[in-house]
């Protein structure tokens, strides 16, 4: 979710201010900005260029999401100092703004209103995707009931098929 979807015509990580207390990091093509198991503190907004974040936590590279400009990434960390869950990478020449957690409370410090305003849309956007996460969890645990109640009916199916053709078999007595 970029900043336009979550507050209109207001940018909190667009300002000037915000972004005086940022950093310019540019990444060339397969560039790695965050690595899955790092501890960090620093979170990203993309202005340009875009992003993969990759889990490699089953040793092979699963897509998690692709980013484009004005998407924030590694706020996760940054607000509760756990290690990355995911690695980004650049796909092309990208820039990003860096915060650290150091500036951050140097900007607060200074602009206490948009330092609140920052974390109230970072809680809202972390807020946004757990909900689409907790959507796609809920339409594929109900793809797993569908599939799990189509094998059942069809093994159903089966036994009765097999009692049936073992009731009316010639030379059977049953009764």
């Not at 015509?9 to 950093?23: K, R």
């Not at 960390?77 to 915060?99: I, K, N, W, Y």
């Not at 053709?165 to 049953?174: I, R």
């Amino acid at each position: 979710m970029n900043t336009q979807e979550m507050f209109g015509d207001f940018h909190p990580l667009e300002s000037g201010s915000f972004q005086s207390f940022c950093e310019l990091v540019k990444v060339g093509d397969g560039g790695v900005l965050v690595n899955q198991g790092d501890v960090s503190t620093d979170f990203f907004v993309l202005l340009r260029g875009s992003l993969k974040v990759i889990d490699r936590g089953t040793g092979e590279d699963f897509l998690l999401a692709r980013l484009r400009e004005g998407d924030v990434f590694g706020e996760m960390s940054f607000l509760d100092g756990s290690p990355r869950s995911a690695t980004v990478t650049s796909e092309g020449e990208s820039e990003v703004l860096r915060m650290t957690r150091q500036n951050f409370a140097l900007l607060q410090s200074s602009n206490h209103c948009l330092g609140l305003l920052i974390l109230v849309f970072l809680g809202r956007m972390m807020s946004s995707r757990l909900r689409s996460v907790d959507e796609r969890m809920a339409g594929m645990a109900k793809e797993r009931d569908d599939r799990e109640l189509s094998e059942l009916r069809r093994l159903i199916s089966g036994i009765r098929i097999s009692v049936r053709s073992q009731v009316t078999e010639p030379g059977d007595d049953l009764l």
